[in-house]
């Protein structure tokens, strides 16, 4: 099955700076790579995703890339704010074949705190 | 749409005890699936349904976990009996069958047993 791996587990930055979170995958079938914040308490929530047919993909301060030839993709946070802080996990998903067949791996998540 | 509803938010027992855990999905979506996060383990997947029907449930950790769908808007994850390693948070999430791959998570249910 699907791997993904993800670095850091915990990051820190100063009010202003970029994060950037990295995480790498195993199987070549997957296609589709979200990524999801996760508020103290709350339920992960979507922030951006990006297809295996599309390189990079940005949205406001949040941005994506991916490199399907290594297995890896990242997510780019700019302008850091105090309301980024939370838990980043990145996915990977692919259909394995079979009826209804799907499958969904998260990562172990990152805990992005940013110091104002 | 109130989005994927789950009962009950929290939830206190004591060891040996049956727990239910409910679920209720987006209208429409065609899969269902139960998460467990921890600390040390982060967002694993025990189960996933297709159209009501169980297609992944190797997730499962052992025999004490059971779940069911017994239509398109009603699932259930129930373990008995019940032990304090179980304590974590259960989310539900669907994602509709064509279209977009994502996944839309419940509030989660907070469970502890002591």
Same mark, same amino acid.
């Given at each position: 099955?699907?791997?993904?791996?993800?670095?850091?587990?915990?990051?820190?930055?100063?009010?202003?700076?970029?994060?950037?979170?990295?995480?790498?995958?195993?199987?070549?079938?997957?296609?589709?790579?979200?990524?999801?914040?996760?508020?103290?308490?709350?339920?992960?929530?979507?922030?951006?995703?990006?297809?295996?047919?599309?390189?990079?993909?940005?949205?406001?301060?949040?941005?994506?890339?991916?490199?399907?030839?290594?297995?890896?993709?990242?997510?780019?946070?700019?302008?850091?704010?105090?309301?980024?802080?939370?838990?980043?996990?990145?996915?990977?998903?692919?259909?394995?074949?079979?009826?209804?067949?799907?499958?969904?791996?998260?990562?172990?998540?990152?805990?992005?705190?940013?110091?104002? | 749409? %109130?989005?994927?509803? *789950?009962?009950?938010?929290?939830?206190?027992?004591?060891?040996?005890?049956?727990?239910?855990?409910?679920?209720?999905?987006?209208?429409?979506? @065609?899969?269902? #699936?139960?998460?467990?996060?921890?600390? +040390?383990?982060?967002?694993?997947?025990?189960?996933?349904?297709?159209?009501?029907?169980?297609?992944?449930?190797?997730?499962?950790?052992? @025999?004490? #976990?059971? %779940?069911? +769908?017994?239509? %398109?808007?009603?699932?259930?994850?129930?373990? *008995?009996?019940?032990?304090?390693?179980?304590?974590?948070?259960?989310?539900? %999430?669907?994602?509709?069958?064509?279209?977009?791959?994502?996944?839309?998570?419940?509030?989660?249910?907070?469970?502890?047993?002591?």
């Amino acid at each position: 099955g699907e791997n993904v791996e993800q670095h850091p587990s915990t990051l820190s930055v100063q009010e202003g700076d970029s994060a950037v979170i990295k995480c790498t995958y195993s199987d070549s079938a997957s296609n589709y790579f979200p990524w999801y914040k996760q508020e103290l308490g709350k339920r992960p929530q979507l922030i951006i995703d990006i297809r295996s047919n599309v390189g990079e993909k940005k949205d406001q301060r949040i941005a994506v890339t991916l490199n399907k030839t290594a297995k890896h993709f990242s997510l780019h946070i700019t302008e850091t704010q105090p309301e980024d802080s939370a838990v980043y996990f990145c996915a990977a998903s692919t259909n394995p074949g079979g009826a209804g067949s799907y499958q969904l791996t998260f990562g172990k998540g990152t805990k992005l705190s940013v110091i104002p | 749409d %109130a989005g994927v509803i *789950q009962s009950p938010r929290h939830e206190v027992t004591e060891m040996g005890q049956e727990v239910t855990l409910r679920c209720k999905p987006i209208s429409g979506h @065609d899969y269902l #699936f139960w998460y467990r996060q921890t600390m +040390m383990r982060g967002l694993e997947l025990l189960i996933y349904f297709n159209n009501n029907v169980p297609i992944d449930d190797s997730g499962m950790p052992e @025999d004490r #976990f059971s %779940a069911k +769908m017994p239509n %398109a808007s009603f699932s259930t994850l129930k373990i *008995q009996p019940s032990e304090p390693r179980d304590s974590a948070v259960y989310f539900c %999430a669907s994602r509709p069958e064509g279209g977009s791959d994502t996944i839309y998570f419940g509030e989660g249910s907070w469970l502890t047993v002591v």
